[in-house]
């Protein structure tokens, strides 16, 4: 009977520690999931926001000055024709009939050229002047673009032909787009130089 009664004893003792066993394991597993849950939901938010900062600022893809800008193919110059003035982007769209500004026969056959207007010199924005006429050396050529500071003088190409700038205008990365229109980076900027006119991207709209 006595044998009996701690045969029982023993087992009940047993089935309390495995239920102990079992609820800290339950505890365990909440506990862990809890944390997993706490983690996924602050990298969903932190990614959330992270989103909404690139997209409120557009960072992703940009546009205007240091991104991307398209020129609608109504507004692109025809070859020979007056360059055309893109503020968004902070330059100067031409449309070189053939060698036209190539003042330094560099070898260029005309096309589509993107104008950064700052002045190599000091900065300063660079207008065209579709009037100006009688520059020395070059009296048979009209329209210049030139700077307004100190006076340097730029051919259609952007070719440096008088005044203190260091080198021609510079040139930002271009490309024809199916539907004629065109883009321009503005984030790509070459430093201008003689082969300025080489760099016109053909076009036939
Ligand atoms: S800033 Fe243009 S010539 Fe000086």
Redesign the pocket.
Known sequence: MAQAQQTTGARSAAGRIEHARQQEARRVARRSFLRVSVFAGLTLSVGGLLAGFLGFFNLRNPTGFGGTVTVPKGAIPQPGGEPYRVSEGKFWLVNLAGAEGDVLDAGGSGGLLALYWK?P????S?PWNGTLTGVAGFAGITGWFL?P????TYSKAGIRVA???PRPMDTMELSVNSDGSVNVNTGKIEAGDEDNPLRAIAYSG
């Open positions: 002045c010199h000091l900065g300063c660079v700077c500071c100190h006076g340097s005044g203190p700038a």
